[in-house]
């Protein structure tokens, strides 16, 4: 559930009608809501009352924005980052070092000393090399890494391939068969405290049984360690759940989640660390924009918005679908491309897509646009950043400028032998 809703025939952000926004801010623009970013991380936290003290963390990198981090802070949750950037953003954003867990296939040496220097909770190490190399600098240091082996358990998410990361041909983790061995060495070594297990086998899960799965034989690798002699207090189960970015598409709620995980984990004894991105901040965000013009089409006109495939990737680069909704409701409907400025024909949000019947001017959203919609913009074709906004009740605040494209260019400069 979520607080865009229509008002008066308006689409608004909680109480804010969004062509205030527009209005004020210009577009595009991504919205997103404080009171659903909250009661996302309030479902959550409950879905996960039947577990003895688990650690909450947002995935940073769904939505990195330091006002988001600051709600989410403010709801308990700690940080799950995946650079020195995402971990400075938590700190700035007042999350406590105890509450953040550094994932990430290739932290830097750099990397590996920031968060040695920030105390954090949790490195998860992804393989042999960086275990060696994390505990090399800690002891360096006279002291002992918190550290977590991620393990790779060979089990298909079901998802969109790129964003898969639990399949032994993944880059991501420990190989499952390899676990004991890597954590004999590693767990002997001075500079490691190595007393977890990690795990995340990829995003927009449409069903538990891959979740599931990788669980189960998660357990029973516990099991065995604990057979072999260690220590294990902490097992981090990732991110994953997937969000509906159709309406009408069912997906697992936290609750079933948070009911599965308790019977899956039941005997483990362990401290559960969790991991969502998407289902925290994706419904929580709309992008808006704004229709430039629209021109006739072979089988359909194309509907030109002023975002594009830099503001919001996921469709140029996943195929992935995102609500296409008039600001202003209208009943007449019609079929339409609707696509971007930028010069390539992947600069498409949707094809043949069902859709208000919109003119030059008009506003629009595209929904489900809170996680990996602003983070993962570019500034392709000199487009600039765009901005960010944050709604609570009858109040909005920038909470990102935009960056024009003068401000990028500023940070160029000519070789002197131009000269
Ligand atoms: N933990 C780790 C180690 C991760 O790699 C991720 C996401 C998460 C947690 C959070 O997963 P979530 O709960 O959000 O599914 N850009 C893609 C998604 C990439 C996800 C990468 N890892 C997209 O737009 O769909």
């Not at 209005?23 to 595009?28: D, L, R, Y």
């Not at 500034?379 to 109040?395: C, M, T």
């Amino acid at each position: 559930m979520d607080h865009f809703t229509t008002i008066d025939g308006i689409l608004h952000a909680e109480q804010v009608p969004l062509p205030a926004i527009a209005e004020a801010v210009g577009t595009p623009v991504y919205v997103y809501s404080q009171t659903t970013l909250q009661r996302h991380a309030r479902v959550f936290r409950d879905a996960l009352s039947a577990l003895d003290n688990p650690l909450t963390v947002f995935a940073v990198k769904a939505n990195p924005n330091l006002a988001v981090l600051r709600v989410l802070q403010g709801e308990g949750f700690g940080a799950d980052v995946v650079s020195g950037g995402e971990l400075r953003r938590a700190l700035a954003a007042g999350m406590a070092p105890d509450t953040i867990i550094f994932s990430g296939v290739g932290k830097t040496r750099a990397e590996l000393e920031l968060g040695l220097d920030t105390g954090i909770a949790q490195f998860n190490i992804e393989s042999r090399e960086e275990g060696r190399e994390l505990a090399q600098l800690a002891a360096a240091r006279g002291e002992q890494a918190r550290a977590a082996l991620r393990i790779n358990p060979d089990v298909d998410a079901g998802t969109h391939e790129k964003i898969s990361t639990g399949k032994a041909e993944n880059k991501f983790g420990v190989p499952l068969h390899q676990a004991r061995e890597v954590f004999r060495e590693l767990a002997a070594l001075d500079g490691l405290a190595l007393h977890g297990l990690a795990i995340h086998i990829g995003s927009q899960l449409a069903t538990l049984d891959p979740l599931e799965a990788a669980f189960e034989k998660i357990g029973v690798l516990l099991a065995d360690l604990r057979a072999d002699g260690h220590t294990i207090g902490r097992v981090d189960l990732g991110g994953g759940l997937g969000v509906a970015y159709k309406a009408g598409e069912t997906y697992p709620s936290p609750a079933e989640y948070g009911a599965m995980v308790a019977r899956v984990t039941k005997d483990w004894g362990v401290q559960l660390v969790f991991e969502p991105g998407r289902v925290i901040a994706g419904n929580a965000g709309v992008l808006l924009t704004r229709v430039i013009r629209v021109k006739a089409g072979l089988s359909a006109p194309f509907v030109i918005v002023d975002a594009a495939m830099n503001d919001l990737a996921r469709p140029a680069l996943y195929g992935a679908w995102h609500d296409f909704e008039a600001v202003a409701e209208t009943s007449e409907r019609t079929t339409a491309n609707i696509v971007g400025p930028i010069c390539e024909s992947g600069d498409t949000f949707a094809t043949n897509r069902d859709c208000p019947a919109l003119v030059a001017g008009d506003l629009a959203v595209f929904r489900t646009a809170g996680a990996y919609g602003a983070t993962m913009a570019s500034s392709y074709n000199s487009r600039g950043f765009v901005p960010e906004v944050l709604v609570s009740g009858d109040k909005f605040a920038v909470v990102a400028n935009r960056i024009d494209a003068g401000a990028i260019m500023d940070a160029e400069r000519l070789p002197d032998w131009f000269a």
